[in-house]
């Protein structure tokens, strides 16, 4: 079962969960009197994907060979996209052995074994795909058209407001949260930085947004660790908010297209309405914090070592940051910024690559694909090889059409007319990429001979780390040292 703001939209009070759930409980009874029913339901997702939970459960199970039959209301339940619909219908659940029916469609895969479902069916799935896009554009619409009236559309109100109960619309102040925020800017006002706040609270054991949402029931979301904490970006996120001096901004991001990523919107294009609620914080002191801002500047970073964003603290499971200053190292932040002592202060970047590299080592030796490593090393050192050779061969050939080139154009200089020297550099150029490319020939020819003499090994270990190793092999690794290292590999 599912159900979808685009169906509250639609006002179709079949699509209701309630309704949905008589319909296919009346046929499993009628046609599966013995069967064991299980109930899957989304309520509140759209079909144009699978990231849903209920979903997801179920396409668990029938990994699992737990189901199966299926049963929905009709295709548009299940899913909406009508080529990810027809590979499941056409590939994936007879594979599987799974039925699969669509009771208001009249569909029963059962009735397809071994051909392809009716032109009608996968007419039907098509006008889902597209009536889903079309509904999408007007709920856009419906939705702008609600943010330029002024009304707030947010699904949480900002941290120190609340929703109206009589007009879901409008803010109002939440007291005990707008003192924190007060403290917040006071603080930052003070002088102090964003992550020195972050520490105050934290030592004082300040509830952070998350944790006071999760005990108000608006959020059901935990940290993995179990451990709230103020996080530095969080200050800044709350300081830079123009809703704290009384400002409703809102179309800040989108989705271009229908199953798109957000995407960040230019400021040019927000829906912005001033003075729309009553201000937490005097809208001066608000100002003059965002010039403080502006005299900061930017700081953009660039690193491209292979271990950046794999690395996890073992005590607050935060990704480690790498400082590349003096010897490169990786730290966590929450050290500093939150008092844990337990958090990595310093393991260097130099030896977390050596522990990795020969646990690496150690893990394809019992995977026993060492050969099959080597073999891909061989194929792309040869073909590295083969491409050289071709370079070479052009250029050579290029060589000699030059020189001849050149004789001729001195035939011409001798008969009274031209310059023999026209392509003289050209010819020089040429000479110089052919020394360039038979000395990185040889190089290649050295490489090969050395991987056929590993041939003979029993064990070929991998040297360096690469982003493609790492893809391939690692799922998750926790630090607590340079020597203490935790790694869970893909399955």
Same mark, same amino acid.
């Given at each position: 079962?599912?159900?979808?703001?685009?169906?509250?939209?639609?006002?179709?009070?079949?699509?209701?969960?309630?309704?949905?759930?008589?319909?296919?409980?009346?046929?499993?009874?009628?046609?599966?009197?013995?069967?064991?029913? &299980?109930?899957?339901?989304?309520?509140?997702?759209?079909?144009?994907?699978?990231?849903?939970?209920?979903?997801?459960?179920?396409?668990?199970?029938?990994?699992?060979?737990?189901?199966?039959? &299926?049963?929905?209301?009709?295709?548009?339940?299940?899913?909406?996209?009508?080529?990810?619909?027809?590979?499941?219908?056409? %590939?994936?659940?007879?594979?599987?052995?799974?039925?699969?029916?669509?009771?208001?469609?009249?569909? +029963?895969?059962?009735?397809?074994?071994?051909?392809?479902?009716?032109?009608?069916?996968?007419?039907?799935?098509?006008?889902?795909?597209?009536?889903?896009?079309?509904?999408?554009?007007?709920? @856009?619409?419906?939705?702008?058209?609600?943010?330029?009236?002024?009304?707030?559309?947010?699904?949480?109100?900002?941290?120190?407001?609340?929703? +109206?109960?009589?007009?879901?619309?409008?803010?109002?102040?939440?007291?005990?949260?707008?003192?924190?925020?007060?403290?917040?800017?006071?603080?930052?006002?003070?002088?102090?930085?964003?992550?020195?706040?972050? @520490?105050?609270?934290?030592?004082?054991?300040?509830?952070?947004?998350?944790?006071?949402?999760?005990?108000?029931?608006?959020?059901?979301?935990?940290?993995?660790?179990?451990?709230?904490?103020? %996080?530095?970006?969080?200050?800044?996120?709350?300081?830079?908010?123009?809703?704290?001096?009384?400002?409703?901004?809102?179309?800040?991001?989108?989705?271009?297209?229908?199953?798109?990523? @957000?995407?960040?919107?230019?400021?040019?294009?927000?829906?912005?309405?001033?003075?729309?609620?009553?201000?937490?914080?005097?809208?001066?002191?608000?100002?003059?914090?965002?010039?403080?801002?502006?005299?900061?500047?930017?700081?953009?970073?660039?690193?491209?070592?292979?271990?950046?964003?794999?690395?996890?603290?073992?005590?607050?499971? =935060?990704?480690?940051?790498?400082?590349? #200053?003096?010897?490169?190292?990786?730290?966590?932040?929450?050290?500093?910024?939150?008092?844990?002592?337990?958090?990595?202060?310093?393991?260097? +970047?130099?030896?977390?690559?050596?522990?990795?590299?020969?646990?690496?080592?150690?893990?394809?030796?019992?995977?026993?694909?060492?050969?099959?490593?080597?073999?891909?090393?061989?194929?792309?050192?040869?073909? #590295?090889? +083969?491409?050289?050779?071709?370079?070479?061969?052009?250029?050579?050939?290029?060589?000699?059409?030059?020189?001849?080139?050149?004789?001729?154009?001195?035939?011409?200089?001798?008969?009274?007319?031209?310059?023999?020297?026209?392509?003289?550099?050209?010819?020089?150029?040429?000479?110089?990429?052919?020394?360039?490319?038979?000395?990185?020939?040889?190089?290649?020819?050295?490489?090969?001979? =050395?991987?056929? #003499?590993?041939?003979?090994?029993?064990?070929?270990?991998?040297?360096?780390?690469?982003?493609?190793?790492?893809?391939?092999?690692?799922?998750?690794?926790?630090?607590?040292?340079?020597?203490?290292?935790? &790694?869970?590999?893909?399955?």
């Amino acid at each position: 079962m599912r159900l979808s703001k685009e169906d509250e939209f639609s006002h179709v009070e079949s699509n209701s969960i309630t309704m949905q759930r008589m319909l296919l409980r009346a046929y499993a009874q009628e046609h599966f009197p013995d069967a064991e029913v &299980i109930e899957f339901a989304d309520d509140g997702y759209t079909g144009t994907n699978f990231e849903r939970p209920g979903v997801q459960s179920l396409l668990e199970q029938v990994k699992d060979l737990r189901i199966n039959c &299926i049963i929905v209301k009709d295709f548009s339940r299940f899913a909406r996209d009508y080529i990810e619909l027809g590979s499941y219908l056409e %590939q994936i659940f007879p594979f599987m052995g799974v039925r699969f029916i669509s009771v208001n469609d009249g569909y +029963d895969s059962a009735d397809y074994k071994g051909s392809v479902a009716d032109l009608d069916v996968n007419f039907k799935n098509l006008l889902n795909d597209l009536y889903s896009k079309d509904l999408s554009v007007k709920v @856009k619409a419906s939705l702008r058209s609600i943010k330029e009236q002024g009304n707030f559309v947010g699904s949480e109100a900002p941290f120190g407001y609340r929703k +109206d109960p009589e007009n879901r619309h409008r803010l109002l102040i939440e007291e005990d949260e707008a003192k924190v925020v007060r403290r917040i800017f006071s603080m930052y006002e003070g002088g102090m930085s964003s992550v020195q706040i972050a @520490k105050v609270l934290n030592e004082e054991g300040v509830k952070t947004p998350a944790q006071v949402r999760v005990e108000k029931g608006l959020r059901t979301f935990h940290p993995k660790n179990g451990i709230y904490l103020w %996080q530095h970006t969080v200050i800044v996120r709350m300081l830079k908010n123009r809703a704290y001096r009384g400002d409703l901004v809102q179309g800040t991001i989108e989705c271009r297209t229908l199953r798109g990523k @957000k995407k960040a919107v230019d400021p040019e294009h927000w829906i912005v309405m001033e003075n729309h609620h009553e201000p937490i914080i005097e809208p001066e002191l608000f100002d003059r914090i965002q010039e403080r801002f502006s005299r900061r500047g930017t700081w953009h970073r660039s690193d491209g070592h292979v271990l950046v964003g794999w690395l996890k603290c073992g005590c607050c499971g =935060r990704i480690l940051r790498h400082c590349t #200053k003096g010897h490169p190292y990786y730290w966590c932040a929450a050290k500093n910024q939150n008092g844990l002592t337990g958090c990595v202060a310093r393991a260097e +970047d130099f030896f977390l690559e050596e522990v990795l590299t020969l646990r690496l080592q150690e893990h394809i030796m019992e995977l026993g694909e060492s050969r099959r490593l080597l073999e891909a090393e061989k194929d792309a050192a040869r073909k #590295k090889l +083969d491409e050289l050779r071709t370079k070479c061969r052009e250029t050579e050939r290029a060589i000699a059409e030059n020189r001849e080139k050149r004789m001729q154009n001195y035939e011409r200089y001798v008969l009274g007319g031209g310059s023999f020297d026209a392509d003289a550099d050209e010819g020089k150029r040429l000479a110089e990429l052919l020394k360039e490319l038979k000395g990185q020939l040889r190089a290649a020819e050295d490489e090969v001979l =050395r991987l056929e #003499k590993e041939a003979g090994y029993e064990v070929f270990g991998v040297k360096k780390l690469t982003p493609e190793l790492m893809d391939e092999y690692f799922e998750e690794i926790v630090v607590r040292a340079e020597d203490d290292v935790e &790694i869970a590999w893909k399955k």
